[in-house]
């Protein structure tokens, strides 16, 4: 059975630090390229961070140069280092594995973990 089950979210300061993790199961999980994405109620998912099986990430401008994703395939574990957090930040973030297969894509989802910046 697949499974993506994230943590580390969680209520911090404009400026503070979190850190996402996201344990993969089920699956071969150096096959598939890991994204975080987030989504505010109301708004559209929009994506974070990607990184390949061979550690190569991609960022969204809005992130870039504050957040960074890395991933241990020994561990079958995604991460999402978030520094110098905004208000702006606040949203549901999920983890997501991706792969193409054929014509088509398989992808899994997790269930979210909230993270909110306020002071």
């Known amino acids: 059975q697949v499974q993506l089950v994230e943590s580390g979210g969680g209520l911090v300061q404009p400026g503070g630090s979190l850190r996402l993790s996201c344990a993969a199961s089920?699956?071969?999980?150096?096959?598939?390229?890991m994204r975080w994405y987030r989504q505010v109620t109301g708004k559209q998912r929009e994506l974070v961070a990607a990184?390949?099986?061979?550690?190569?990430?991609n960022y969204a401008d809005s992130v870039k140069g504050r957040f960074a994703i890395s991933r241990d395939n020994a561990k079958n574990t995604v991460y999402l280092q978030m520094n110098s957090l905004k208000p702006e930040d606040t949203a549901v973030y999920y983890c997501?594995?991706?792969?193409?297969?054929?014509?088509?894509?398989?992808?899994?989802w997790g269930q979210g973990t909230q993270v909110t910046v306020s002071s």
């Open positions: 997501n594995a991706a792969r193409a297969v054929g014509f088509t894509t398989q992808d899994y």
């Open positions: 089920g699956f071969t999980f150096n096959r598939y390229v």
């Open positions: 990184i390949t099986g061979g550690d190569s990430p």
